[in-house]
């Protein structure tokens, strides 16, 4: 039961402070579960959030209910996903009942530009401690300029990318193994 | 009946939005203006209030368009709607990772995922980056170049290379930092 809450208070946190979309979430959640808490490793987090591209839904839920299933089953991940959606349902809720003319509030935008150039150095760390990990091998470093290149500059689908990087892979563990075995025999 | 009518709209957004929370936004212009449900500016009020407000976007403008259409439950279920997809998907994808964790050829798809993770996330941050410390895109008559956010992006960044410490620090001094200079 404690692990629930916990679950659910941690994403409510996050679902508070995510503003703009789901990859402000990244910074927050590797604070939360990898570094602060140890439930989770940076590549578990990579994998869900990979995944959680490439299927439907919003990233931020799919991620969300991924982390809390693997912490506590079906109940983990209701509580992890009641958590983000939470704020969303309490402040809208708010904001339409009594807001008309939100957009036009000049405080807010001015606060939201900032959040966004904050946004971008955490981001810049992440990428880089990211980067640092994956270009270890040389298959690592082609999939992320691929990866990369894909997205910004080719307007590629994550769900593509996800699959097409899952088949590398597979074809580079295929490849790997079979070397291992012939130099076995000779 | 509105209510099963809002969530069944919902799932079936959540169902087909693949690729986050602004893949979810023609789904929704088809649903909501081309129906007539709502009007063009209502429209655009709901497409600005949930980006610039805290939590998904996605979430939020299930939650907006409910509340608009049913008040109070609507938003619950609309929400209810768009994230029922997930959670089943999800769980199920969860489980045979779980189920398949020491298969060889899972360890390897995903050993392919990661480094293509962390190119799409390199993607995202230089996204994110355009449209905030140099304007890539947005009011390009205005310059491409504000000399504040730069000088703001500088300082965070040393001060995080230097501190680290929590994201949320970060975010909020970022907000101060809009409101009083930006």
């Known amino acids: ?186 | 009946m509105i209510h099963f009518e809002l969530f069944i709209m919902f799932f079936k957004i959540g169902l087909f939005a693949i690729g986050g929370g602004l893949a979810t936004l023609p789904l929704l212009k088809e649903a909501l203006l081309d129906s007539g449900r709502m009007s063009h500016g209502e429209f655009i009020d709901m497409v600005a209030i949930s980006q610039a407000t805290p939590g998904p976007i996605g979430i939020n403008m299930a939650t907006y368009a409910g509340f608009k259409a049913a008040g109070v439950t609507g938003g619950l279920i609309a929400t209810a709607g768009i994230v029922t997809p997930s959670l089943i998907i999800i769980i199920l994808i969860a489980r045979f990772m779980q189920d398949y964790a020491d298969n060889s050829i899972v360890k390897d798809a995903l050993a392919g995922i990661r480094p293509a993770a962390a190119g799409m996330i390199a993607a995202a941050g230089l996204y994110i980056f355009g449209n905030s410390v140099v304007m890539f895109d947005l009011f390009p008559s205005a310059g491409w170049f504000s000399l504040k956010t730069a000088a703001l992006f500088v300082l965070l960044g040393i001060f995080y290379l230097f501190k680290k410490g929590n994201p949320v620090f970060y975010l909020l001094a970022g907000a101060a930092a809009g409101i009083i200079f930006l």
């Open chain 1, 1 to 186: 039961m404690k692990n629930l809450i916990q679950l659910f208070t941690i994403f409510f946190r996050i679902g508070l402070f995510s503003i703009g979309g789901g990859y402000v979430m990244l910074p927050m959640l590797k604070e939360e579960v990898v570094n602060k808490r140890k439930w989770l490793t940076d590549e578990e987090i990579l994998d869900f959030y990979a995944i959680g591209q490439a299927t439907p839904g919003i990233i931020a839920v799919n991620t969300a209910t991924f982390v809390g299933y693997s912490q506590k089953g079906i109940a983990g991940s209701l509580s992890a996903t009641a958590g983000i959606v939470a704020p969303s349902i309490i402040i809208i809720t708010l904001i339409s009942a009594f807001f008309t003319e939100f957009r036009e509030v000049l405080i807010i935008q001015k606060a939201f530009a900032g959040i966004r150039v904050a946004v971008s150095v955490l981001l810049l760390f992440i990428v880089a401690g990211l980067i640092k990990k994956g270009a270890k091998y040389k298959t690592g470093v082609v999939i992320i300029l691929a990866a990369f290149a894909g997205i910004t500059f080719f307007k590629v689908s994550p769900v593509l990318i996800v699959a097409a990087s899952a088949a590398a892979g597979i074809a580079s563990g295929a490849l790997r193994r079979k070397i291992i075995r012939q130099e076995k025999k000779l």
